[in-house]
């Protein structure tokens, strides 16, 4: 069995237009291809090394290789292009929202987690509402 603790790096980067990180593998033994992290929801995205089968919606293609567009309007979902269902091979990806569990994985799998402050893209928490009590 290998070791995987140590086996990634932070670094900055974009989640959508958004500032965020992501952690990069720096081993061959870390089981992760990427992990992601979205700012706005708060939540990291680890992306698995193990690749699975999965129904996608894609652009449906015409001969030439150039999406077909819908001749009259857009559908329900407002894509102007018609789409099939395709089977496509996928990373396997799960999501961590709870904070303590995104400070214990970036611990374990992040060589730089002392040097690195991750805990600034987190998105702020709302302060529980407290009643002032006058008399």
Known sequence: ???????MMLIHSNFGNA????LIPVTTACPYVEVLFDPETGTLVPVLNVIKQAYHMLPKLDDNGDVMRMKLGS???GKDYKEERR???TFTEFYVAEENSIE???????INHHSFDWKSFM???EQAYKPIITM
Do not use: H, W
């Not at 069995?1 to 086996?7: I, P, V």
């Not at 214990?104 to 992040?110: H, L, M």
């Open 87 to 89: 089977l496509v091979e």
């Open 75 to 77: 559908r329900d979902n």
């Open 19 to 22: 500032k965020s990180f992501r």
């Open 123 to 125: 998105p702020a928490t």
């Open 1 to 7: 069995m290998t070791q995987a603790n140590g086996s």
């Open 104 to 110: 214990e994985f970036i611990k374990y799998f992040a």
